[in-house]
T-cell receptor
Framework: QQPVQSPQAVILREGEDAVINCSSS?????VHWYRQKHGEAPVFLMI?????EQKGHDKISASFNEKKQQSSLYLTASQLSYSGTYFC??????????????FGKGTLLTVNP | DGGITQSPKYLFRKEGQNVTLSCEQN?????MYWYRQDPGQGLRLIYY???????QKGDIAEGYSVSREKKESFPLTVTSAQKNPTAFYLC???????????????FGDGTRLSIL
């Protein structure tokens, strides 16, 4: 099952903050976050592992709530370069070492001057 | 520089024709993946391979086939059985360790396939 991302789209002015959520109905081993600019390849941002840890990358951070099977991506003081589509990918195991990443439908973030 | 190379960038397919998309990586990654991207659908997994000579079906494998004869290469064939092949196809790779729990995926620049 695809994880559910919300919101589907968000428009910000430069300097504003945003939160993107990613929820799954299955038990998760980890959550991956990627950003894709139009016509380009997705670029890795960060991985959140079980344990509720929060990771940061410049002014972009994320958390993983294991009990709720939910992850949130926080973008603070947004810059024009943050524009793009953000995807969460959830890793679910099916036994042994056979894991696969399932991506959500994405959240389109537009940062305007 | 290490990376993933997909070719061609644009591909056109005639009705009833099979076409093959190339994906080569020099990152020394064990695992490779193929995704299909349609507007508003996110990335959907077609096939993945964790080791040479082994691969598994993803969520939308029907109408596609793959091979993994070399570690560096994971070509995808879109067969005539795939009735709606128009999409953006992305290849990715990662280290295999710990079932890929903490291994990021690195993506190629994609191939855009259209029907003539």
């Amino acid at each position: 099952q695809q994880p559910v991302q919300s919101p589907q789209a968000v428009i910000l002015r430069e300097g504003e903050d945003a939160v993107i959520n990613c929820s799954s109905s299955k038990a998760l081993y980890s959550v991956h976050w990627y950003r894709q600019k139009h016509g380009e390849a997705p670029v890795f941002l960060m991985i959140l592992l079980k344990g509720g840890e929060q990771k940061g990358h410049d002014k972009i951070s994320a958390s993983f709530n294991e009990k709720k099977q939910q992850s949130s991506l926080y973008l603070t003081a947004s810059q024009l370069s943050y524009s793009g589509t953000y995807f969460c990918g959830t890793l679910v195991g099916s036994g042994g070492s056979n894991y696969k990443l399932t991506f959500g439908k994405g959240t389109l973030l537009t940062v305007n001057p | 520089d290490g990376g993933i190379t997909q070719s061609p960038k644009y591909l056109f397919r005639k009705e009833g024709q099979n076409v093959t998309l190339s994906c080569e990586q020099n990152l020394n990654h064990d695992a490779m993946y193929w995704y299909r991207q349609d507007p508003g659908q996110g990335l959907r997994l077609i096939y993945y391979s964790q080791i040479v000579n082994d691969f598994q079906k993803g969520d939308i494998a029907e109408g596609y086939s793959v091979s993994r004869e070399k570690k560096e290469s994971f070509p995808l064939t879109v067969t005539s059985a795939q009735k709606n092949p128009t999409a953006f196809y992305l290849c990715a790779s990662s280290h295999r360790g710990q079932g890929q729990i903490n291994q990021p995926q690195h993506f190629g620049d994609g191939t855009r396939l259209s029907i003539l």
